[in-house]
């Protein structure tokens, strides 16, 4: 068995996902790499909520 990594083209993968995160201080986060990404925030005093478009 041969220890060099295979020299064979992998495949590419055309995925689209998303991410929301909240940081510890409280701070909200999105990232995605969709065409567009729908989100919502609710806290004690309303809610937010859109789509976000990338260019």
């Given at each position: 068995?041969s220890?060099?990594?295979?020299?064979?083209?992998?495949?590419?993968?055309?995925?689209?996902?998303?991410?929301?995160?909240?940081?510890?201080?409280?701070?909200?986060g999105?990232?995605h790499?969709?065409?567009?990404?729908?989100?919502g925030?609710?806290?004690?005093?309303?809610?937010?909520?859109?789509?976000?478009?990338?260019?």
């Amino acid at each position: 068995m041969s220890s060099h990594p295979s020299t064979k083209p992998q495949p590419i993968l055309l995925i689209h996902g998303g991410i929301i995160l909240l940081g510890p201080d409280g701070q909200i986060g999105i990232a995605h790499n969709t065409p567009r990404m729908a989100w919502g925030i609710a806290t004690a005093t309303g809610h937010q909520q859109g789509i976000t478009r990338n260019p």
